[in-house]
């Protein structure tokens, strides 16, 4: 859920990044601090905050799986990351576990993703939900995921924000 704080206008989304080149997508971001500061929206200081997962959370020890569960009821956006390159594909397995942990109340969440078209086809069989953005993990644009990423959610934040009182 994002973080507002009405004093300072500050609003931080949070945003899981799970697969296989996690890593690389937020590395093509330029984050500081694992943040992305947006420009200013209605008076807001928006910033994206990035929480970096593997291509199978739920694998060895378990632990990030975990960490991840903790993750899911403030999270507010999700990228799928998974390349072409063997050992950088995504786990299907994880997919699988990641929409069983998000349903039924996260699922509908924003999701991106950087990868390929069979973790497109997958993402969308397990959910049921289309992604908002999908680019090509070949490439260099990882910032066209994270904009689309940002206008739904400037969408669903603005339209769930109650208007100011009538003064009168």
């Known amino acids: 859920m994002a973080t507002l704080d009405s004093e300072q206008q500050k609003l931080v989304f949070h945003v899981a990044v799970i697969g296989g080149v996690s890593q690389r997508f937020v590395e093509l971001l330029n984050l500081q601090g694992g943040e992305l500061e ?35 009821p403030s999270m507010d956006a999700l990228v799928l990351t998974d390349a072409f390159e063997e050992g950088k594909h995504y786990s299907s397995s994880a997919v699988e576990r990641l929409a069983k942990t998000l349903s039924p109340m996260k699922l509908r969440i924003p999701s991106g993703i950087f990868g390929g078209p069979a973790l497109v086809e997958e993402w969308q069989s397990l959910t049921g939900a289309t992604a908002v953005h999908v680019a090509d993990p070949r490439g260099d644009d990882a910032l066209s995921v994270v904009k689309a990423l940002a206008r739904a959610l400037f969408r669903s934040t603005i339209r769930s924000t109650p208007p100011p009182p009538i003064v009168g």
């Open 38 to 72: 947006l420009g200013e929206v209605k008076g807001y200081k928006p910033r994206f905050a990035f929480r970096v997962f593997s291509d199978d959370p739920w694998a060895g020890d378990g632990k990030e799986g975990v960490s991840l569960e903790e993750f899911v």
